[in-house]
């Protein structure tokens, strides 16, 4: 497995950028409506550990799309930024979930029937045992960062296209759409969150009430979802400089 690891990522280069965090120096995305300048090069998966992903089959959802993919049942860089996460999955061959993507990966685990890597049918307790672990309001404070940047009303986010036999993950800039535009505090209802998320996987602006926090989009910020003893959260006003020993991210790849 290989992968060509590009000089940028959301438009800052990618060599000094641990130097330039801890120096406090801005981040700043790419133009709105254009790929970043070294789009992620991808190749499909072939892994030894297939066992401990799940297949998330492709989907569309209006005008967005993404092809079939395997995402972890762990997630693993804990105590990493949003920015150093991106960077180290990278490194590794891998990516984050879109909210959207999170959504139906939610939306998976909750119907019970899912697929290892290795297309082996995986337990219903064990599918129980990994959305319990995402969403359930319990003791440890559990969190992970999801691909999504908020600015000036759009999210910034990548879109897997597959070309000649590899995969490229083309940053992309889009306005929100038809999603809440203020905190609920709580909350929205998580199955009907799931069931009607916006293309973007926000929830929709007609979304029942429930109990799962929901922290609108700011300017700057970006996504994650997090649950502990005093509640879940989707947060999508989250500083993408914070660490947290408990907060990390769920590698995702490419299938063929």
């Known amino acids: ?34 790929p970043s300048a070294q789009p992620f090069i991808l190749n499909p998966a072939n892994i030894n550990n297939a066992h401990e992903y799940i297949i998330l089959p492709g989907a569309t959802h209006g005008s967005y799309s993404y092809p079939e993919m395997l995402v972890a049942m762990e997630r693993t860089h804990h105590g990493k930024n949003w920015n150093d996460a991106h960077e180290l999955l990278v490194k590794e061959n891998a990516y984050m979930l879109t ?77 929100l759409v038809n999603y809440i535009k203020k905190d609920k505090s709580p909350g929205i209802d998580l199955s009907d ?23 609108k989009p700011k300017d700057g910020t970006v996504a994650r979802f997090n649950a502990g003893s005093d509640g879940a959260v989707l947060g999508c006003g989250r500083d993408p400089a914070v660490t ?9 790849r490419a299938k063929i």
């Not at 691909?147 to 910034?156: C, L, P, R, T």
């Not at 009607?196 to 429930?210: E, F, Q």
């Not at 947290?244 to 995702?252: E, K």
């Open 1 to 34: 497995m290989t992968i060509k690891i590009p000089k940028h990522y959301m438009g800052e280069p990618i060599e000094g950028s641990m130097e330039r965090i801890l120096a406090g120096a801005p981040l700043q995305p790419a133009p709105i409506g254009q």
């Open 99 to 175: 909210i959207r993507q999170f959504v139906d990966f939610l939306s998976l685990l909750k119907s019970g029937k899912a697929f290892d890597g290795n297309g082996r049918q995986l337990d219903k307790g064990k599918l129980e045992d990994v959305l319990n672990d995402i969403i359930e309001v319990r003791e440890p404070w559990r969190s992970e960062w999801l691909d999504a940047k908020f600015e000036d009303g759009n999210i910034i986010y990548h879109a897997l296209e597959r070309k000649s036999g590899s995969y490229t993950l083309v940053e992309t800039k889009e306005p």
């Open 193 to 215: 969150w799931l069931a009607n998320a916006t293309y973007h996987g926000l929830p929709s602006k007609n979304v029942n009430d429930g109990s799962l926090y929901y922290w």
């Open 244 to 252: 947290n020993s408990s907060l990390g991210v769920r590698a995702v």
